[in-house]
């Protein structure tokens, strides 16, 4: 079966960094999505990685290592605002998007 | 610029009800797609379209049909509502190759009683 996993919750400091990690194993690979969702609200875009290493964008990058099935999320200079889900997806063989469940980011002042 | 439009923002339906959410686009996207997001469980595919005129199931269809007359608008229908139906509908749209991101639309509660 497909399966991604990543931690259910996570709490973090203001202005600190944090990692979340993405585990995969689906039947094909056509690239790893993350997105952001605030609570009530729908997910938004933020990095796709299809070849291996670190893609940076501002204060987020993500790592992909394909031969691992593994991915993780990188925030640095961590802000209130940045308080969301975030979901890991990957596209299989089909071109369809496998979602995880999402890791629920709390940051405390 | 709307992106991507759905109505209603939230419903509650009797069991054995019928109704369609609908899901607008105006970014001009080949595919939509239409989702649905419960507590713990991650976002599961329940339809989608990769161009006008054509469908496709997803991981899970049952009691649910979808039409693509054009490429705008992907109206979801349950033609008889079930209790289990009870979540949040997301519909998105992309231009349809692997690496594009897709746009998600500002969902739906439903609520089967």
């Known amino acids: 079966g497909q399966n991604i996993d990543q931690p259910t919750e996570m709490t973090a400091t203001e202005g600190a960094i944090v990692q979340i990690n993405c585990t995969y194993q689906t039947s094909g690979f056509n690239g790893l999505f993350w997105y952001q969702q605030h609570a009530g609200e729908a997910p938004t875009f933020l990095s796709y990685?299809?070849l291996d290493g670190l893609e940076e964008k501002g204060r987020f990058s993500s790592f992909l290592s394909r031969s691992k099935g593994y991915s993780y999320l990188l925030l640095k200079e961590l802000q209130m605002k940045d308080s969301a889900s975030y979901l890991c997806a990957v596209t299989d063989s089909n071109y369809q998007l496998i979602w995880g469940a999402g890791t629920k980011l709390i940051i405390k002042p | 610029t709307a992106g991507i439009t759905q109505a209603p923002t939230s419903q509650i339906l009797a069991a054995g009800r019928s109704m369609t959410l609908r899901c607008t686009q105006d970014m001009r996207h080949n595919a939509m797609y239409w989702y649905r997001q419960d507590l713990g469980l991650g976002l599961r595919l329940i339809h989608y379209?990769?161009?006008?005129?054509?469908?496709g199931k997803g991981e899970v269809p049952d009691g649910y049909s979808v039409s693509r007359a054009n490429t705008d608008d992907f109206p979801l229908t349950l033609a008889s509502a079930v209790p289990s139906q009870t979540s949040v509908y997301f519909c998105?749209?992309?231009?349809?190759?692997?690496?594009?991101?897709?746009?998600f639309g500002p969902g739906t509660r439903l609520t089967v009683l």
């Open positions: 379209s990769n161009t006008a005129g054509t469908t």
């Open positions: 998105a749209s992309s231009d349809g190759a692997a690496g594009d991101e897709q746009f």
């Open positions: 990685n299809v």
